[in-house]
């Protein structure tokens, strides 16, 4: 199996990345640019074949260890092998 984790900031929290790309595309000429949100994406393959209980270790991993649940969301898809 293989999880997909896809973490951004939650939308009420200034992302100064996510506005230096909007800028820097505004600027390079790209048109129709509304807000950037600059995130992070993890791959993680996984061995065993109980998705219901890598998606419950993944979410405890995401909530305490990989994302800021203060300022940060994240989703978690896990694909069959």
Not at 30 to 43: C, P, R, T
Not at 46 to 67: I, K, N
């Amino acid at each position: 199996m293989k999880a997909k984790i896809i973490i951004t900031p939650k939308k009420a929290v200034v992302d100064p990345q996510g506005k230096t790309v909007q800028n820097a595309l505004i600027h390079m000429g790209y048109s129709g640019i509304g807000a950037v949100h600059v995130g992070k994406y993890l791959e993680i393959d996984l061995e065993g074949t109980d998705p219901e209980s890598a998606r419950q270790q993944l979410d405890e991993a995401c909530h305490r260890f990989l994302s800021n649940p203060v300022i940060e969301d994240y989703r978690l898809q896990i694909d069959p092998a």
